[in-house]
Structures are given as C-alpha cells and as structure tokens.
C-alpha cells in the first residue's frame, strides 16, 4: 500500500461516518433550527429575544447545568468504588453485580416514573423522607440511569492496567490511598473524563425523568424544547433554544476533550484482564460496601418496587401480568411481537452504530505530528458526540421536515428508526473504544515500525486486537441504547409495529388492571434483557484473549 | 447543495436497507393522480385497532397499508402543519376539537364527507373532518375513599377548591397532556375570563400537577391500580368501567366538570392516494370498526346506533351538559392558554 493509498484510506475512514451524521442528525436537526430563525420573509434573531427575556428561560438554563453537575459528579463519587469493586476484584457474584448495574440503563423513563414515585410518594417506602417531586429525586434518577455509564468505562480500563505500577509504588512505602491519588487515577484520568462528559450529555439532555419526576416543577433546557415545539409550535423560540443547548454541550465536549489530552498517556495495557484479585477486605472492603450499597438502594430497590408490582394485580399476588403478555389478553397489543421488533432494530441498530464506530475510533485515535492535525482530530471526536446533546424532539421534527422526498422518504420507513437509534448509540461506542487504543504504549507501535511493519501490518496486528477487548462494551451498550431509546423511536414509531419502549408507553396510558399490570411485567422483561445483553456483552471477547 | 447529499444518502439508505434484512419496508411510489396501492395513515400514539379488522381492510382495498404516529394527539396538527410541502400521509385519525379549526384554516385538509356519516349526531361536526369517536374528559373520584373518610364526593368545579377537599385533587398538565389541555378548556368554559383565578384556587387549595395521565392515575390516584394518596384525579368518563369490583365499579366520574373531546378524521391535502384515503375514512365508520372503539380505544362511537358495551351503560355514562368552547375561541387562543397557565401554575 502507496503512502498516498493510505492516507485516501484513512480520509474514506472518516468520511463514512462523518456522511451518515450528516445526513441522519445535522441535516433534520439543522434544518428545522433553521426554521426557527426565518419567519417566512426575512431572518430574524426575534427568537433569541423572546426566550432569553423570560425568567423560565433562566430558570430553565441554571437547573440544566446545576442537575447535569449534581448527577456527574455523583456518579463519579459513587462509580469509581463501584469500578474497583466489580473490575478489579474478583468475588462471586461478581458478574450477576456488573450486569444488574446495566440494567437502569435502558428502563423506559415511564417505567422508571412509576417505579420512584411509588418509592417516594408520601406513603412509599421512602415517603418520610420528603422527596416527592423534588429536584433530589430529579438527580437520584439521573444517577440511577448513568452510574454504570462511569463504571463500565472506567472499570475496562481499570481491569487492563498494568497492577505492576501501583505494586512498585505500595513497595516503595506509599499508603493505598496516596497509590490510587498518584498512580492510579492519572492513569484512569482519561477514562473518568469520557465518562463524566457522557453522563453530563446525557443528564443535561434527559426529558422524560425530569418531567415524570418534576411533576411540571422543574425545567430543563431539554424540557422547555418539547414544550415549546410540541405543545406551542413555537419553532423560534425552540430553535434559540436549541442553539443554546448546542453551546453548552460544545463547551462541555471541549473541556472535556482539553483536560483529556492534556492527562492521557500511554500505558501499558495488560493483553487481558490478568489483574482481578480476589477480594482482602482491608483494601477492597470500603469500595464493595460502597458498590452494594449503591446497588441495593438506588439501584435495586426501584426495580424490586416495579418487579414487585408487576406480580400483582387487583391487589392480589398472581402471575396473571406475565402469562397475559404471552397469551395476548388484551386486542391489538402483542408484547412478544414488540419485543421481536425490538430484537431486530437493536440489532440492525448495533450492526450500523458499531462498524461506524470502530471507524470514527481508529481515526480519532491516530497520532499526527503536527498540532494542527491533532486539533481537526478533536473537532472530529466531538463532533460525533453532539447528538448526545441536541434534543430528540429537534431530531424527531428534523426527520418529518428533511426525510420527506424520494430517493430518501423515509418518514413512514422502518429503516429510520435502528438508523436513529444508532446516531444515539455512535457516541457511546466511540467512547467506549477510544480510551483502550489511546493508551497503547507507542512505543508498541514504533518497535513494530522499525522491524518493518507496514502501518497496515501495525494496525492489524497491534491496534485492533487491542481495540477488540473494548468491542464486548461497545456491543453492549449499542444494543443496550437502542432497546431502551424512546425519544427519537417516538417520533418515527409505527403504531403498528412498535418497540418494547413504545409499548409500554401505550400499555401506561391505557386505564385498567390487565394494561397497567402488563406495563410493569414488560418493563421488568425489558429490564432482563438489558442484563442479559450486558452479561452477554461482558463475554464477547476475541477468542486468543478469552482468559477461560 | 441538496443534491449530492440526497444521492449519498440515498446510498446510505441502500446500505442500511440491506443492513436491516428482515426488517425490509416499503418503498413510497412516485405520485399518481387520486389512487395508488400504497396508502399511509398518520395517526396518534393511542391508536389501536384489532390488527385482524386491519388486515382485512388491507385485503378488501388491494393496498399496502403503513401505520405511522408521529407523536401525540397534541403535536399531530403541528406535524401536519410543518409537513405541508410534502406531507406525511393521505389520510390522518385523531385530529381532535381543540385543534381541528386550526387544522382547517392552516390548510392541512383536503374537503372530504363520507357517505356513512349521515348516521352521525350533527352536533360533533367540524369543518371538513369526519367525526370518528367521542368521549368525555372528566374529574374521576375514588368512591371507596370518600366512603371511608365520610366526605362527599364532590360534584363541581367549585367544589375543588372548597377546603374540606383539599389536597386532594391530582391533575395532569395541559402543557404535556392532552387530558391535561381538555380540563383547561372545561375552566375556561366554565369560568370565561375568571379561568386562572380559578386555577389559582385550586392551586391554594393543594392542587397537584404532574406531566401526564398515567402518572397522575397510576402514581398519585388512590383509586383503580394506583396506590396514591389523592382521591381525585382528571381523567376519562369511561374510567369508572375499567375498575369494576363484581357489579359496582370502586370509581365515579364526575360529570358536571366534563370537556368533550372529538376525534376526527381527513384526507390530508396533497395526498397522493385520495381515494384510498376516503375509503379509510368509510372504513373508520363501518360498524365492525365503530363497535369495537369503546373496548380499544375507551372512547363513544360517533355512530349513534353502534351496539355499546353492557358495562359502559351502566359504568361510563356520558355528560348531558359538556363544558364547551367555541373552536375558533379555541383556536384562537390555545398556544396563549396554555403559555398564561404555565407561567402561572405550572
């Protein structure tokens, strides 16, 4: 392969990626902002005008920013113990811990609703202590989802660091706590910051928790788009907001993307996860209290609430949610056949989030030399986490707007839906295998050089094997991203063929015992599958690494 | 611009066709005049019908029939209104009378009477929609609570904001909800301009409101599954059919607080099967449809003589006297509504 052959190569690499953001998130998103900024004759800023002069707007602004820091910085506190207790020990049970943590992830924001407020009402469980409707239960559910976001990504690279390192230090004399606060953390410092950067994206971008759990108290930058596009069609006013939502989100990447390049180094990464120890309560006692503590209350008792619920009905203890999922007791609702719909759109979601991902990872991980090209390389990785920040709803009208012509009327197709659900999913997938190829020790790579490996040969032989151990996750989370996406799904749903999510929205908002019992046993089944795709996920590793 | 960018994505789309496989879908045809084989039917997220009568719907007609929802009953006119260049499909359900003049003078429409609406009660037409079902958006009382605590139920608006029902009443907002919306219009045709000061009351009175209808029945509703501490809840006058305790139902709507909610359906103006359209529509009225609308939708049929369920004659009485709105005042005034409601209560 010519130098020139390459290069073409590695531009084809970003391109492909870059065209499908394109044409499936900037293009919709972009044009209906636009709309917003031309009143039919003339451009006008009159939007800016009105949202920015109301105090809701500000109210808006200051709670987005206050909850989004609220939750990252709790879910660092809390994921970190969680990352060492479940990544770096090894005790039994460990692997049922790491899947069950998954599970939050994709429980459809109704479900989760009902599963709080039954916890927090005044006659809950947790009734005394006052929470209903607070900005405290806002934050907790947001926690609840994202924790093991930081857990997960932290955790993988935690497991594969070099336990020689932190060994030589403690030889040296240094207490475990300085080890961790010297060695370890700037070691992990690149995973924590991808992490803390993904959970604020997604906390500052919730809609449905902040408005189940806000009970119309709250709102958020996200929350005042919907109302203002959905409920007032005031695209100007959407569209000022939007472009705010932008920023903030920009900024946030960028700090991110700064503080990361300036802590990542390279490590030398173990070929697999040889580290785990087994469990000495002396030095991984606090870390596990922490982790099962988080587990059993944040984690588990909302959903042992919702899995409790769903054996009842009429108040009697009974089996009659799931065996009425299976027979179909209910006309023009078949859960079995949402949940094979779902199967398949998580699949065709994952088939196109990962390879578009494994693409924007190589690229966005290279090493030029020149500053200039390092800076167009952190442009580019932000650039594929913006969806992360940009509301469903500007996405969702963007689709009606912009999709609506042949070859590409793809309003009323099933393809947009495993296609939006992979815009969602891209991010998490790039984030999930940036951080292992960046820490490959370069000197790996300069020693193959000079045997005379072509760069392909480096590529083949060095970075994806390394790349592949990350995959497991990126699987993971793709498939998990899309079973439980309900925000842009909502837009392009066919009323017909709908996702689990989907379904158990509709299930909600139907009255009656058999509609509201079967909701509960489709969100607890929904929940299953989440932990089975993470526990599967855990064990996709190429074969020459498989440790078993 | 445009062009290069379609023909890529057009290639994308091809690639993610055959990334889907199994979940093959189809292509829309280039128009025709009046009829195609393909018809697309925009509804609401709500809409539900026994996929059987669809099928034979599809077999009887010869068209390749796609089900979309865009979103809520709410947002449908919005959507249509923003698609107006290309619209979404050729016939739309679920428009419903808080929208429809919007949807007509916006231009969505396309002029369309059905032969079998002359069975229709002349009182739910609207400008060219068909009426398809009805229904009542009322406050709904848990009856076993109040026999319990010896209060009486409630009847009125007034009562609401009487204090020996204080925080007792959960409601869902009119900002995200359409049952939400539908009692806003109720205070507003009850109260005129006094409307706000009047939710001001019942705001002072312990008003709870939360973002939608299940939340408001499930989570703080002491009734039905909900094992909430608030004894009344805005919700449907067919509710109380839906908690049957052997032959008395633990609910009760009540019905002097009632807006009456009309679900319609046109032809979308610019639709590439009109024809197919029209016979969706004939279709919507056919008494296989009409009479199984109670039981999958919770809604009144809009053809007076359709066969009701035994339970609803007894259970989900409708209002004699709705709460109502003149549509143009509606239309006129829904987006100012519900921005005073928000900045006051919400």
Known sequence: MTRLAWRAAWVAAAAIPAAFLAVFFAWPAGALILRGFHDGDAWTLAGFEAVFSSARTWRALGFTLASATATTLLCLVLGLPGAHALYRCSFPGRGFLRAAVAVPFVLPTVAVGVAFGALLRPDGLLGFLGLDGSAVSIVAAMVFFNYSVVVRTVGTMWARLDPRLAQAGTTLGAAPLRVFATVTLPALAPAVLSAASLVFLFSSSSYGIVMVLGQTRFHTIETEIWYLTTALLDLRGAAALSVTQLVIVAAALWLSGRAQSSLTRALRLQPDVASSRPLRWRRDGAALVTTLAVAVLLLGLPLIGLAWRSLHRDGVLTLANYTGLASSELPGISVLDALGTSLTTALAATAIAVPLGVLVALVASRRPRVRSGRRALAVLEGAYLLPLGVSAVTVGFGYLITLNRPPLDLRSSLVLIPIAQAVVALPLVVRSLLPTLRAIDPRQLEAAAVLGSTPFDVLRRVELPHLARGLGLAVGFAFATSLGEFGATSFLARPDRPTLPVLVFRLFGRPGAESYGQALAASVMLAGLAGITMALAERLRPREVATW | ?346
């Open chain 2, 1 to 346: 611009m445009k062009s290069p960018i379609r023909l890529l994505a057009a290639g994308l789309a091809v690639t993610a066709l055959a990334a889907c496989g199994s979940t093959g879908t189809q292509a829309t045809t280039s128009p025709t005049p009046t009829e195609t084989d393909t018809l697309t039917v925009v509804t609401h997220d709500s809409f539900v019908l026994p996929q059987e009568l669809l099928d034979q719907f599809a077999e009887e007609t010869g068209y390749t029939v796609t089900y979309v929802a865009p979103g809520d009953a709410g947002t449908l006119v919005n959507q249509l209104i923003l698609t107006k260049d290309s619209p979404l499909g050729d016939v739309v359900f679920g428009i419903d009378n808080a929208m429809a003049s919007r949807a007509s003078r916006e231009g969505v429409l396309a002029d369309y009477t059905s032969a079998a609406a002359a069975g229709i009660d002349a009182q739910l037409a609207a400008d060219q929609l068909t009426p398809v079902d009805y229904g009542d958006v009322c406050i709904n009382a848990d009856s076993a609570w109040f026999d319990k605590h010896d209060l009486e139920v409630p009847a009125t608006l007034d009562d609401l904001a009487r204090p020996e029902y204080k925080d007792l009443l959960v409601v869902s907002s009119p900002a995200t909800s359409s049952p939400g919306l539908s009692f806003l219009l109720a205070t507003v045709g009850a109260k005129g301009d006094g409307w706000l000061d009047y939710w001001q009351s019942l705001k002072d009175n312990g008003l709870k409101v939360v973002a939608g209808w299940t939340d408001a029945y499930y989570t703080d509703f002491s009734g039905a599954d909900g094992k909430g501490d608030r004894p009344l809840v805005l919700s449907y006058s067919t509710s109380p059919a839906f908690t049957l305790d052997g032959d008395t139902s633990t609910t009760e709507a009540l019905l002097d607080t009632c807006f009456r909610q009309v679900e319609y359906a046109g032809v979308i103006a610019g639709a590439q099967n009109p024809v197919g359209a029209g016979k969706f529509i004939d279709f919507l009225l056919s008494d296989e449809v009409q009479s199984v609308i109670p039981e999958n939708m919770y809604m009144y049929p809009a053809v007076t003589d359709t066969e009701l369920p035994a339970d609803w004659q007894k259970f989900a009485p409708l209002a004699e006297t709705p709460i109502e709105v003149a549509p143009a005042d509606i239309d006129a005034n829904r987006e100012a509504w519900i921005s005073q409601w928000s900045e006051a209560i919400g």
